[in-house]
Nanobody, 122 residues
Framework: QLQACGGGLVQAGGSLRLSCADS????????VGWFRQPPGKDREIVAT????????TYSDSVKGRFTISRDRSKNTVYLQMDSLKPEDTAVYYC?????????????????WGHGTQVTVSS
């Protein structure tokens, strides 16, 4: 089961690192994405990474502050979040894509993990 963890409460300007792992199946050859859903808003894409970590994408709102990475040997993808802002408050989800290339098309993501809450106080 895909599981995102590492969320919590942090002050503005702080950092958190989210992890996404699956103990039952490997996704080492698949692209993975991080998404978030702020309160009362639609789910939005945050960052994506291709199968070997050589290609990444970021939304404009997090570019320069968040870093997506992966450790294929651990079947884990990370989202390092620095310089957090109150507007980053959301439930964060990871999802595995059907293919190996990083993609911003939500429909390409075939299975989703449970989310983890990130709350940034001002």
């Amino acid at each position: 089961q895909l599981q995102a963890c590492g969320g919590g409460l942090v002050q503005a300007g702080g950092s958190l690192r989210l992890s996404c792992a699956d103990s039952r199946r490997t996704f080492s050859n698949n692209a993975v994405g991080w998404f978030r859903q702020p309160p009362g808003k639609d789910r939005e894409i945050v960052a994506t990474i291709n199968w070997n970590g050589g290609s990444t994408t970021y939304s404009d709102s997090v570019k320069g502050r968040f870093t997506i990475s992966r450790d294929r040997s651990k079947n884990t993808v990370y989202l390092q979040m620095d310089s957090l802002k109150p507007e980053d408050t959301a439930v964060y989800y990871c999802a595995v894509a059907r293919g190996s290339s990083a993609t911003t098309h939500i429909a390409s993501y075939i299975y989703w993990g449970h989310g983890t809450q990130v709350t940034v106080s001002s």
